[in-house]
């Protein structure tokens, strides 16, 4: 099981914000913030999905879940709207400095994918090989394209330098992947 | 602060999943599930967001959520695809059968519907009147026009019967709320 980034699991029992560099997430959460500031998009983090079993109730107002546990996943971490179009993509980073181990990417996440993207939405991934410092966006298609002709259990580090789109890392907005996305959908294309 | 439908708080500290009649969320899930099984349309129920403060991690494969909070949400709770069209609604049911308040969607939630519909997607309430069992969607236009034109704290039980499209619930799907969208969307639409 994967643990959602931003909550590392400790022996000490308490979550540890501190002391981390700028994760993925971290990025992605700046430029979804700054695309809604300025109306351009409407992208948000799904919330990781937890299953509860014991909830303190002390007061009327508050409510402390005591005791919950780490579900799976079944669809990608962000959607959304942007120029009319549905927005879905999964973002991982990994150390391999290779390929990306297709482990991060859990086989009912692939079908929503597929699923998405044989009824009109934009979907893809985004990846960070964070040894190289380096962001791509993999267009839906070229993932699939990828997974559905070979038996590799990872994507090389080529393939997302040959066929992704590398997002550049700048100051405002942190991660410009909407600039890939409108490559997809092809910049004049007009919904009405 | 208003917990999510399906997490009754209670003083014994244990969630109770049995002997309750099947809200609205139930309902909407079965729905949901049952589009997604036909390949329909692919929406689905954001998880509850929750602030972790504290993680038991007994063992390399398990984890123990030991303390959280209810966050109040940002965004509605159900979005996704359905022909090529982003969608996105919330759901509501109340008790109170002359009105609907308006005290149950968040100030956030209708900017977040307002942005959504300015941007091209197909936004919406489902509201159920449970003492009349009665379930209507309302659009977002029908919606954003009364509480852009009325200081009312709620909406009344008559503009649903009037505005809103009744839902009827059926053997399959349990709440066919997509030919209420097929309306909306003019059927005919064909994005390509």
Same mark, same amino acid.
Do not use: F, V
């Given at each position: 099981m994967n643990y959602p980034s931003?909550?590392?699991?400790s022996k000490t029992h308490t979550v540890n914000y501190k002391n981390?560099?700028?994760s993925l997430e971290e990025d992605l959460n700046i430029t979804n913030q700054y695309y809604r500031e300025q109306d351009i998009a409407y992208i948000y983090k799904k919330p990781t999905p937890i299953q509860i079993t014991k909830v303190d109730y002390p007061s009327r107002k508050e409510a402390i879940i005591k005791e919950a546990y780490f579900k799976e996943p079944s669809t990608t971490d962000y959607n959304g709207i942007y120029q009319g179009y549905y927005i879905d993509f999964e973002a991982k980073e990994t150390r391999n400095h290779t390929s990306f181990p /297709?482990?991060?990417?859990h086989p009912h996440q692939i079908t929503h994918l597929k699923n998405v993207f044989r009824h009109g939405g934009i979907c893809f991934l985004i990846v960070r090989f964070s040894t190289q410092n380096e962001t791509y966006l993999l267009t839906g298609e070229d993932f699939f394209h990828f997974i559905d002709h070979t038996t590799r259990k990872s994507i090389p580090y080529m393939y997302f330098k040959e066929k992704g789109k590398k997002i550049p890392f700048e100051?405002?907005?942190? /991660?410009?992947?909407l600039k890939a996305v409108d490559e997809m959908i092809g910049g004049s294309y007009e919904k009405e």
């Open positions: 931003g909550i590392k699991a981390r560099g700028m /297709l482990s991060n990417i100051y405002q907005p942190r /991660l410009p992947y």
